[in-house]
């Protein structure tokens, strides 16, 4: 009985984890370390499976751009730079649009919340010009459906990326 | 980090021969423009045109670059690829820099200091 249930559960997981077959090959998962050098193989990674399944080149830049801002942030703020651990990255490429899914054993958003990322006004005088606090502000700009949810000790971020060139 | 000087028309033509300036290199990025831009007229012209992608730690980079440049010098721009184009506008910094499509036109116009 009990391993009746194991094996019931062990399939019910399977079914709900992966796509059919023959979506397979618009789906990439990958799991790296939360350092800048693996976040940037990642997205070699991403850019690679996007390119072979013919996603236009701007395309392809904007998936690439929002998915590093998101991951820089769960680098630099979630583990804090000094903190290893690991990263979870889940993309599936639909007929129009990019899901993306990223999550991390990382610290919380702050008030659980994601940042307005306001775009800051751009002073005259270069010395004021800001050196960061672009991140959130790329991520609206080129990201709909944005979610994030903490389950446990995880940080679950969801969002989509419209593909315009198709 | 490989960025390439070259005294060019009274100016410092420098090409950054990477194909990304992101999180993982903004730093060196800094660091080593920061050696080539210490004795450097009073121009310095970027060759960005081998530089497929740009984050927002690039442009910071960028950004603090052109804020360590002393007061009268000017760091223009040249040869935008379309992600990173992208973001200079997202981020209205294409308001900050002069941005030109390409060296040769940096090269071919008057310009007053």
């Known amino acids: 009985m009990k391993r009746q249930l194991e094996k019931k559960g062990r399939i019910r997981k399977r079914k709900r984890r992966t796509l059919p077959p023959e979506m397979q090959k618009y789906e990439l998962r990958t799991t790296f370390l939360s350092d800048p050098l693996s976040v940037r193989r990642a997205l070699e990674k991403v850019l690679l499976k996007l390119q072979h ?17 998101v991951l820089n942030n769960i680098v630099e703020h979630a583990y804090c730079i000094t903190r290893e651990g690991k990263i979870e990255l889940r993309i599936t490429l639909e007929k129009q649009r990019v899901k993306c899914t990223v999550s991390d054993d990382g610290l919380p958003l702050p008030n659980s ?35 994030y949810s903490r389950a446990g000790s995880k940080n679950i971020f969801s969002f989509h990326i419209r593909l315009e060139q198709f | 980090m490989n960025l390439a000087a070259e005294e060019k028309n009274d100016a410092l033509l420098i090409t950054v021969h990477e194909p990304r300036l992101d999180a993982a290199s903004a730093i060196q990025f800094k660091d080593r423009m920061r050696e080539l831009t210490q004795t450097a007229p009073d121009r310095v012209v970027l060759d960005m045109s081998l530089v497929d992608f740009l984050d927002s730690s690039g442009l910071g980079a960028i950004v603090a670059v052109l804020k360590k440049i002393k007061q009268g010098k000017s760091m223009e721009l040249a040869g935008l690829t379309p992600t990173v184009q992208k973001v200079f506008r997202l981020t209205r910094m294409d308001t900050i820099f002069k941005i030109h499509p390409n060296t040769e036109i940096a090269f071919s116009e008057k310009h007053v200091l």
């Open chain 1, 53 to 69: 399944l013919k996603t236009p080149p701007q395309d392809c830049g904007k998936v690439e751009l929002a998915l590093a801002e």
């Open chain 1, 113 to 147: 919340t994601l940042p307005s990322g306001q775009l800051q006004v751009l002073s005259n005088n270069t010395s004021d010009l800001p050196e960061g606090g672009f991140g959130w502000f790329l991520i609206r700009e080129l990201a709909d459906e944005i979610q």
